[in-house]
């Protein structure tokens, strides 16, 4: 009796849990999980290959419909929200003008492009960086800390309140742990040499200066202190993501450029090679942008730190340029004998 009790429990949490938004809601955007397999660990999880964001404009417009669509809004026109020039001061959470959706595409609806659909259903989850079960919120915050080069949002503000019913959309009939196909960005297979910040900067000067401009500030919509932000990002100074960022590391940020950029391009259809993308990568993170406080107090599990996390403390026998630039395998392999970063 009792293992029959267990077995239907499994087979409940393989294939039951799903996040609703409302009984009602017509957006429903997965398949049900392929046929349970409860005796599979969810490490285990088949990956699925076919998914989409919801239909937002099939939301009703009661509490949660608004909620989601406010959720939206501020992640689309951040800097309108919570940025650095809005007119209310203790609303100035993000230190730059950028959108959430500047690095997470198409509203987080894209493939490898740093999606949302499936974050809501994957979180609490274990993150190295803090060598601790995350929830959703502190992971939002982590992009507010670090992307955004800000502080944290208030955990019972509106507007994270906001986010996560955005957030909690986009996960609408998912199921809860599923693998998603094209999480994250690209992952490319690193470079036997260095990224070379010199041949990025001609690959920058023939592809991507028509929009993030001549010295990387991007174009205004507006003009200085209106709050309206970019119509393209600036990708270097005052004004972009800090040295903390996942962007700020060159594997990331060649994987986001190599799948989206420049704009107008997926993964399916991509310009550049892996080369031309971890240089221009290279050369993009060669050049300054703020530093953010404390970063030796991130990863306190060392052996977690990845080897391209260009910021103390390093690996042994390796220098802060070679944890920059790569080659990475080097550090990899020193690694995976147990040399850890010092403390
Ligand atoms: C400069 C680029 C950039 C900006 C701007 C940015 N993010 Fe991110 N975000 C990333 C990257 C890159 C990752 C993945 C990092 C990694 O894999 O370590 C990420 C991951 C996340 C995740 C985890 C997704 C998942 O399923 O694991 C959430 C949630 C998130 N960001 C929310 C936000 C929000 C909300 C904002 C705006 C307030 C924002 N981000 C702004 C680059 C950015
Ligand atoms: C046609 C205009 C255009 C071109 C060309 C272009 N980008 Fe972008 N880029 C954008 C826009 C617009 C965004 C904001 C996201 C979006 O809306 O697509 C963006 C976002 C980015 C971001 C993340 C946001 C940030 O501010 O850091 C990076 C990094 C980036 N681009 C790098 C590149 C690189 C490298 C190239 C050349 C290989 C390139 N882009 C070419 C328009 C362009």
Not at 119 to 138: H, I
Not at 192 to 203: I, L, M, S, T
Not at 215 to 220: A, D, L, Y
């Given at each position: 009796?009792?293992?029959?009790?267990?077995?239907?429990?499994?087979?409940?949490?393989?294939?039951?849990?799903?996040?609703?938004?409302?009984?009602?809601?017509?957006?429903?955007?997965?398949?049900?999980?392929?046929?349970?397999?409860?005796?599979?660990?969810?490490?285990?999880?088949?990956?699925?290959?076919?998914?989409?964001?919801?239909?937002?404009?099939?939301?009703?417009?009661?509490?949660?419909?608004?909620?989601?669509?406010?959720?939206?809004?501020?992640?689309?026109?951040?800097?309108?929200?919570?940025?650095?020039?809005?007119?209310?001061?203790?609303?100035?959470?993000?230190?730059?003008?950028?959108?959430?959706?500047?690095?997470h595409m198409d509203a987080g609806g894209r493939k490898f492009?740093?999606?949302?659909?499936?974050?809501?259903?994957?979180?609490?989850?274990?993150?190295?960086?803090?060598?601790?079960?995350?929830?959703?919120?502190?992971?939002?915050?982590?992009?507010?800390?670090?992307?955004?080069?800000?502080?944290?949002?208030?955990?019972?503000?509106?507007?994270?309140?906001?986010?996560?019913?955005?957030?909690?959309f986009l996960s609408t009939g998912l199921p809860v742990g599923?693998?998603?196909?094209?999480?994250?960005?690209?992952?490319?297979?690193?470079?036997?040499?260095?990224?070379?910040?010199?041949?990025?900067?001609?690959?920058?000067?023939?592809?991507?200066?028509?929009?993030?401009?001549?010295?990387?500030?991007?174009?205004?919509?507006?003009?200085?202190?209106?709050?309206?932000?970019?119509?393209?990002?600036?990708?270097?100074?005052?004004?972009?993501?800090?040295?903390?960022?996942?962007?700020?590391?060159?594997?990331?940020?060649?994987?986001?450029?190599?799948?989206?950029?420049?704009?107008?391009?997926?993964?399916?259809?991509?310009?550049?090679?892996?080369?031309?993308?971890?240089?221009?990568?290279?050369?993009?993170?060669?050049?300054?942008?703020?530093?953010?406080?404390?970063?030796?107090?991130?990863?306190?599990?060392?052996?977690?730190?990845?080897?391209?996390?260009?910021?103390?403390?390093?690996?042994?026998?390796?220098?802060?340029?070679?944890?920059?630039?790569?080659?990475?395998?080097?550090i990899q392999a020193a690694r995976e004998k147990g040399v850890?970063?010092?403390?």
């Amino acid at each position: 009796m009792k293992h029959t009790h267990r077995l239907i429990m499994a087979l409940a949490v393989g294939a039951g849990l799903t996040v609703n938004a409302l009984a009602q809601s017509p957006a429903v955007v997965a398949a049900p999980a392929a046929a349970a397999t409860p005796a599979v660990p969810a490490a285990a999880a088949p990956v699925q290959k076919d998914w989409q964001a919801p239909d937002i404009s099939k939301l009703p417009d009661d509490k949660y419909g608004q909620s989601v669509r406010q959720g939206k809004a501020l992640m689309e026109e951040t800097y309108k929200h919570i940025g650095p020039e809005v007119k209310d001061v203790s609303k100035r959470y993000a230190g730059n003008n950028l959108g959430c959706v500047s690095c997470h595409m198409d509203a987080g609806g894209r493939k490898f492009g740093n999606p949302w659909v499936g974050t809501f259903v994957s979180f609490p989850q274990y993150r190295g960086r803090e060598d601790a079960v995350s929830t959703t919120e502190e992971r939002v915050n982590g992009c507010m800390e670090r992307s955004m080069n800000g502080k944290k949002l208030p955990l019972d503000s509106a507007e994270m309140k906001a986010i996560m019913s955005y957030l909690h959309f986009l996960s609408t009939g998912l199921p809860v742990g599923v693998k998603l196909e094209g999480g994250g960005t690209l992952k490319l297979k690193a470079l036997a040499r260095a990224a070379d910040p010199v041949a990025g900067k001609q690959v920058y000067a023939s592809t991507c200066v028509a929009c993030h401009g001549e010295n990387g500030q991007g174009v205004r919509r507006g003009k200085a202190g209106d709050a309206n932000g970019y119509q393209f990002p600036p990708l270097w100074g005052a004004d972009s993501y800090n040295d903390g960022a996942g962007m700020a590391r060159i594997t990331l940020a060649a994987g986001f450029i190599k799948g989206n950029m420049p704009s107008g391009i997926t993964h399916l259809n991509a310009v550049l090679t892996d080369e031309q993308a971890f240089d221009v990568a290279a050369f993009i993170n060669s050049q300054p942008r703020p530093v953010k406080a404390n970063t030796v107090a991130d990863f306190p599990a060392r052996k977690n730190k990845p080897v391209d996390a260009a910021f103390p403390p390093y690996t042994p026998g390796f220098s802060a340029e070679q944890h920059k630039y790569g080659p990475w395998q080097p550090i990899q392999a020193a690694r995976e004998k147990g040399v850890s970063p010092a403390k």
